[in-house]
């Protein structure tokens, strides 16, 4: 069989595996796509309990050795990792410059800027490994339901951010009011007071600063009661969010499942 004019041979064969590789990195192949995000999460958990072990007072030869090899290794991987992404990309300019590009590209590029070098400088670019974090995100299938569900409660959230501001600063404003003359360096403003009411209201209360009049002590009671709202209420609706998003996620699927159930029962296997 001839190929057509114009076309190199084997060029077909590459685009094939180029879309089949792509298909495993972007977790869509369904045999080895799970498999290949697995394997990342494991090198990445790897990456980052060698930061912290590197770290260790009095670390022993062996150990630090064997912490340089992991490193290169995962180093190595993680650049192969971002060939093949660039390389499988259906723009890959656009990959390259987009926000999962840029952090596998700094994952990486420090390492390879820093070998062989004394440099202090651009040593302590390593710390940007720290950045390896955010790659298990994108191999996290729940990350997508959560980013789903903040989508779905994003304008209830805005409403119940605005809220909470101007119930701070009315609480800041009453605290003021009735600490100011007490503890004037404490509460020497209506900013100063603020302060007070954030940590209070996320029931933190470092201790530093605390009301000493009898109606500081009971608005800061009303103040701690609201906190608790504060708290409870976004909970509620990022759990009602997701929920929303769950349920998407197995309208979709029942509907994927009735599509090929129509295909098959359309064209039975001959």
Do not use: C
């Not at 094939?16 to 697995?38: C, K, M, P, T």
């Not at 022993?60 to 993680?78: G, Q, S």
């Not at 409870?232 to 499942?257: D, F, H, M, V, W």
């Amino acid at each position: 069989m001839h190929s057509a004019p114009g076309v190199k041979p084997g060029a077909g064969m590459t685009a094939d595996l180029r879309e089949r590789a792509g298909r495993i990195v972007r977790g869509e192949d369904a045999r080895y796509g799970n498999l290949f995000d697995h394997v990342i999460i494991t090198i990445i958990l790897a990456s980052i309990a060698a930061l912290a072990l590197e770290t260790l007072p009095g670390i022993p030869a062996w150990l630090d050795n064997a912490l340089d090899v992991v490193e290169l290794t995962v180093v190595i991987i993680f650049t192969l990792e971002y060939g093949l992404r660039l390389w499988t990309a259906r723009q890959p300019l656009r990959y390259a410059a987009s926000f999962w590009g840029i952090v596998d590209l700094l994952t990486v590029l420090p390492f390879w800027l820093t070998i062989g070098g004394n440099f202090q400088a651009l040593r302590s670019l390593r710390l940007m490994r720290i950045l390896r974090i955010n790659k298990l995100v994108r191999h996290v299938a729940a990350i997508n339901r959560i980013s789903r569900a903040f989508q779905l409660i994003k304008e209830e959230l805005a409403v119940f951010g605005l809220l909470a501001l101007i119930l701070m600063f009315i609480a800041a404003v009453g605290i003021y009011e009735f600490e100011h003359e007490a503890q004037p360096q404490a509460f020497a403003s209506i900013p100063h007071a603020l302060w007070f009411v954030v940590v209070t209201l996320t029931t933190v209360g470092y201790g530093d600063v605390y009301p000493v009049t009898a109606g500081g002590k009971m608005f800061t009671f009303f103040i701690l009661i609201i906190g608790i709202g504060v708290i409870a209420l976004p909970t509620g609706l990022i759990s009602s969010g997701l929920n929303r998003a769950r349920e998407e996620e197995r309208a979709q699927k029942n509907k994927g499942k009735d599509g090929q159930e129509t295909q098959n029962t359309k064209h039975p296997p001959e």
